[in-house]
């Protein structure tokens, strides 16, 4: 006669097993799960981080222009700010506005704050462009510096923020058989 113990045990092993089966798939399922929200958002993020800092880049080359044209720089192709020019700046800046509202939603905490320097950066080079008087003189020479230091940050902390391993690389300068003579040859871009 078999007892009730070796009659319950088999029981409670497949019992024992089925819950840990469940476990173990439930625990997979949940990280594949999560895994596939990752990349989801990632790719909205990457989206976002490279749609800004072109529409940022965008903006600075034309203040570029139009520092130029103003004789604050020589280099790049002169833009005069003719009603047309400036209303296709305050389409791109609604542009750039509206992708920094995304960036906002989607970004971490510090691709956010960096992406609200360049915006400064951003402005201070429009402001000395359109010669809009300020309380302190500026220099557009240090402006632009600025301005490239805090894009060279916020593409550092956006590829932190995606896991992109690796470093950014910073003030690479031309050949010198590559570098142009004269002061009328075109400057680098922002």
């Known amino acids: 006669m078999v007892s009730l113990t070796d009659r319950i045990l088999p029981l409670v092993g497949v019992a024992l097993g089925a819950l840990m089966s469940f476990l173990v798939s439930s625990l997979n399922e949940r990280a594949r ?49 003719t009603p047309e020019v400036l209303t296709e700046l305050g389409e791109l800046e609604s542009r750039r506005s509206a992708l920094s509202e995304t960036l906002g939603l989607l970004g971490d ?36 510096q600025e301005f490239r230091s805090a894009r060279s940050r916020f593409v550092e902390r956006a590829r932190a923020s995606l896991g992109v391993p690796g470093a950014v690389a910073r003030d690479v300068t031309w050949p010198a058989a590559w570098r142009p003579t004269s002061r009328s040859s075109p400057s680098p871009s922002p």
Request: some cysteine; aromatic content about 8%.
């Open 33 to 81: 799960w999560r895994r596939q929200q990752a990349v989801r958002w990632d790719e909205h993020r990457l989206t976002a981080y490279a749609e800004y800092a072109h529409a940022v880049k965008e903006l600075a080359a034309r203040y570029h222009m139009i520092a130029a044209a103003r004789g604050l720089v020589s280099g790049p192709m002169e833009l005069e700010p």
């Open 109 to 144: 905490t510090e691709a956010n704050t960096a992406s609200k320097t360049l915006d400064h950066c951003l402005w201070r080079l429009e402001t000395l462009a359109r010669g809009v008087p300020t309380e302190v003189e500026q220099n557009w020479d240090q402006a632009l």
